[in-house]
């Protein structure tokens, strides 16, 4: 019986793993207007359509891609949207393949592909460089951007070295390389990314341990800077301090150079 209960547990979760780590999928629809930057709409090359949140900065100033979370929506980043706006940094935020206002449902895959696409319109807007900033999931999509695009600067908040090493943290009694369909292997990915990288971490995450985090700090390229946030968990990470350091970075990116 227990062996039985086991293998029942596994086809659960191998069944249902998409709805895990997706959460935020098919979630209500984003209000309109909305609460910051204009709506706007981008085609992925398989077809999707995106929706997205776009607020344009000044010219000579990069703008700041937003890859978020598993759980989170765009329009939850009036706060960030409007701390760069007053230093006239843009933003673009999108919401993923499955997640409010856009077609299709997510995988990891697919997540990627949004990535470009979004990097893809967003260059053909600005001429002063683009900063990509993931969070939590988000980070592996920002990893893969920077690494096939030329972005000027990459921002990881909460990054994971993978889903895989998250997953078999989280679920150790189960064969998670066996089951999982999305890995996420920013492991993998990060040797790609040659640019200036700004790494963010709350001590006390009990979602993606910092001890992830700085696994992939570790194997990534200089140039390179980590911040750990003594006080801060998984979801309350960002505050005026964070956004301070995130915004100096993408100034200092532009000071210097691509």
Not at 26 to 49: F, Q, R, S, Y
Not at 57 to 82: E, H, M, T, W
Not at 153 to 167: D, E
């Amino acid at each position: 019986m227990a062996v039985i209960a086991y293998m029942a547990l596994v086809g659960l979760i191998y069944f249902s793993q998409r709805s895990l780590l997706y959460p935020g999928a098919g979630a209500a629809p984003l209000p309109e207007p909305a609460n910051w930057g204009e709506t706007i709409h981008i085609k992925t090359p398989d077809g999707e359509i995106l929706q997205a949140l776009y607020s344009q900065g000044d010219s000579d100033k990069p703008c700041v891609l937003l890859f978020f979370g598993n759980g989170d929506r765009v329009d939850n980043y009036a706060f960030l949207a409007q701390a760069l706006a007053a230093r006239g940094i843009g933003l673009l935020a999108i919401s993923y393949r499955g997640y409010p206002g856009s077609t299709g449902s997510p995988s990891e895959q697919g997540l990627l592909t949004d990535g470009i696409a979004a990097f893809d319109w967003l260059s053909a807007q600005t001429k002063s460089g683009i900063v990509v900033l993931g969070r939590s999931l988000g980070t592996g999509v920002a990893v893969n951007t920077a690494g096939q695009r030329p972005a000027v600067g990459l921002v990881l908040v909460s990054p994971y070295l993978s889903v895989l090493s998250v997953a078999q943290m989280h679920y150790p009694f189960l064969p998670v390389e066996f089951l999982l369909k999305d890995p996420f292997r920013s492991d993998l990915n990060i040797a790609k990314v040659r640019q200036p990288k700004l790494f963010l971490h709350g001590r006390l995450d009990d979602s993606i341990p910092l001890s992830s985090g700085q696994a992939l700090f570790h194997l990534a390229p200089e140039p390179k800077q980590m911040l750990i946030y003594d006080r801060a968990g998984h979801n309350d990470i960002f505050n005026d301090g964070m956004v301070g350091d995130v915004i100096g970075f993408v100034e200092a990116v532009k000071a210097n150079g691509p």
